[in-house]
């Protein structure tokens, strides 16, 4: 993907949050936990270096309208 941000391909990052995984477990009887999860499953992911999500895609794919 290309940061527009940042102007340079990049590889996507998606920090995944221990802290709020197992707290979360604990405190809510994993309910949380499995939010959290589902969250982080559709969440897009973020630029490793300035933490947008301003992408643009590049390769053999376009957009069919």
Do not use: Q
């Amino acid at each position: 993907m290309y940061c527009k941000n940042c102007k340079r391909n990049v590889r996507p990052i998606k920090p995944f949050n221990w802290a709020v995984f197992l707290i979360g477990g604990f405190l809510t009887a994993g309910i949380l936990a499995c939010l959290y999860w589902i969250y982080w499953c559709v969440v897009s992911g973020v630029c490793p270096m300035c933490r947008d999500k301003n992408w643009r895609e590049t390769g053999i794919r376009k957009h069919i309208y």
